[in-house]
């Protein structure tokens, strides 16, 4: 609780809750109009049902080089790992807002990666086409001059890395993609000695990618993989002796497969910290259903299935392992142009950081970065496509308590809540996926407390009467287009400035006994500041 009230204000407030049983926000009548529908959110106070990282945010940086192509377009340009621009202005400070971002490096080509090694007089030369080969190219070579570069950017982004290891080295892959043989990690060990002695920090080393179950390329089994996997802890806890912080180790970096994901977790016993999995839920890039599926919630909804059977698994495995969603560009084959890097693809990636969330998944990693057309900056110019700035508002404003919440009165809209990042209040996000109506919500709180705010610096305060109000982030897209690359806030357009700067995230704010407005096509985060629930001390 608060100190005592000491704002009329605040009385008026503590009146209207008195008389209208926890209901905060006011339901208003509809007068007729047909473009409107009321709808409630109801929020559970009472404890958090997931918690997640404070760096929840995660995007990916892949290997593919500009002659990666899907139905004949080739979307990847210079957004490699072996070619970025490390000195573009505009990606400095794209990372930099986070604050920190965790980045995962990995992808379909790790797995045939060679490191450079000191001495090593082979030549270190990027991917070469090659249709022969399983992964469409021959071996690549990451040089340790680019991991040098790389490591310098990630210092000054302030970002967090998850390194993924190359987990074919050694082994046999016959004709049928399935790989035989134990991990050969002379390679992958050759590299963390190389980045400890240079002082590089990385927060975890990833275990191979798109290897579990049946495989993309190829395919490993359970109990080998999980062998493998302990001998990677074993290497970690080897050459991090004595160090403050361990990196984590994390596996598989695959899709997730009910039969082999528990054998796996369960017999690397410990040695598995973070278990990956892999989301395209969508389907193929080429699909011309891509829009249809993002907006029809019911399918939207059919992913709580795997994020509840892992989390089941990992509740009954005994371990501490816990789960994270390791690459997610939604479709795959580098997703779709004008549709995943467009404003309507928040849609489905909101919705997909909610649900994730409130399954106790800890950290979810965005395929891409930059790369592909599902990237959260643009791969030509670096600018922020739609979902970065939902990324970031999402990043800003929810914090690591989830609170269950339903919505009642339409399907169309998705309702997701978190204890507030940066106040001790609540945040929820209301995603409205029908194109015509406006929805009117009433918010329904189970155990809510309204403390005063000290000062005007912990919960906003109107400038002329003093009354407690609660701020909104409406998210809509430049003229009405769905599918526009350019994302409003509150209205204005989101763009870098002339020096490369993210714009600021600035909310509106708004009287609470007012329903909270959530337009046709839209998106809003309310921040309630002055709120408290038990779940959230």
Not at 65 to 77: I, L, N, V
Not at 233 to 254: A, C, D, E, M, S
């Amino acid at each position: 609780m608060g100190s005592p009230p000491n704002h009329l204000g605040l009385f008026l407030w503590l009146y209207y809750l008195a008389i209208s049983g926890s209901k905060f926000v006011a339901s208003q009548s509809n007068t007729g109009a047909p473009a409107v529908v009321q709808g409630t959110a109801y929020i559970s106070g009472t404890i958090s049902v997931g918690t997640t990282d404070v760096d929840f945010i995660c995007a990916t940086l892949d290997w593919w080089p500009p002659q990666k192509c899907d139905y004949g377009t080739c979307s990847w340009s210079t957004a490699s790992l072996l070619n970025l621009d490390l000195t573009d202005i505009v990606l400095l400070n794209a990372i930099k807002a986070f604050s920190p971002l965790k980045i995962r490096i990995g992808g379909t080509l790790q797995d045939n990666v060679r490191y450079q090694t000191v001495g090593d007089q082979t030549p270190c030369t990027g991917f070469v086409q090659n249709s022969a080969d399983p992964f469409g190219f021959t071996q690549g070579c990451l040089p340790m001059a680019r991991w040098d570069a790389l490591n310098v950017f990630f210092k000054e982004a302030g970002a967090r890395i998850i390194f993924g290891l190359n987990a074919l080295t050694g082994r046999t892959v016959g004709s049928d993609g399935t790989a035989t043989g134990a991990w050969n990690s002379a390679n992958a060990e050759s590299l963390i000695k190389y980045t400890i002695n240079k002082g590089y920090t990385i927060d975890g080393w990833e275990f191979g990618n798109e290897l579990s179950g049946s495989g993309i390329v190829a395919s490993v089994a359970a109990d080998q993989y999980a062998a493998d996997t302990i001998s990677l802890q074993n290497l970690v806890q080897k050459h991090y002796r004595g160090f403050t912080l361990t990196p984590i180790v994390l596996g598989p970096g695959g899709f997730f497969d009910a039969t082999w994901f528990p054998e796996y977790i369960q017999k690397s016993q410990n040695s598995l910290q973070v278990v990956t999995h892999h989301i395209y839920n969508l389907g193929a890039g080429v699909d011309d259903h891509l829009v249809d599926k993002i907006l029809d919630p019911n399918y939207l909804g059919g992913e709580s299935q795997t994020f509840s059977s892992l989390q089941t698994i990992l509740k009954n495995s005994g371990t501490s392992t816990v789960a994270w969603v390791g690459e997610a560009g939604g479709a795959y084959n580098s997703g779709h142009n004008h549709v995943t890097n467009t404003f309507v693809f928040s849609f489905w990636y909101l919705d997909q950081l909610g649900m994730a969330a409130s399954f106790d998944t800890k950290t979810y990693c965005r395929q891409s970065l930059i790369g592909g057309n599902y990237g959260l900056l643009n791969t030509t110019t670096f600018v922020p496509n739609p979902d970065y700035y939902s990324a970031l508002l999402f990043h800003r404003l929810m914090g690591r308590k989830v609170l269950a919440t339903t919505f009642n009165g339409t399907n169309k809209v998705r309702a997701y809540t978190h204890c507030a990042q940066k106040s001790k209040g609540i945040t929820l996000l209301l995603i409205n996926l029908d194109g015509n109506n406006t929805a009117q919500v009433e918010v329904s709180i189970s155990n809510v407390i309204v403390t005063q705010p000290l000062n005007r610096n912990s919960a906003p305060l109107s400038a002329k009467s003093g009354v407690i109000t609660r701020e909104e982030y409406h998210l809509t897209a430049a003229n009405g287009d769905f599918q526009s690359q350019t994302v409003l806030l509150n209205g204005k357009p989101l763009t870098v400035d002339s020096s490369g700067g993210i714009p600021p995230l600035l909310p509106v704010r708004v009287d609470p006994s007012q329903p909270v407005t959530v337009g046709p096509y839209s998106i809003v985060f309310v921040h309630f500041p002055s709120i408290r629930v038990p779940a959230c001390k």
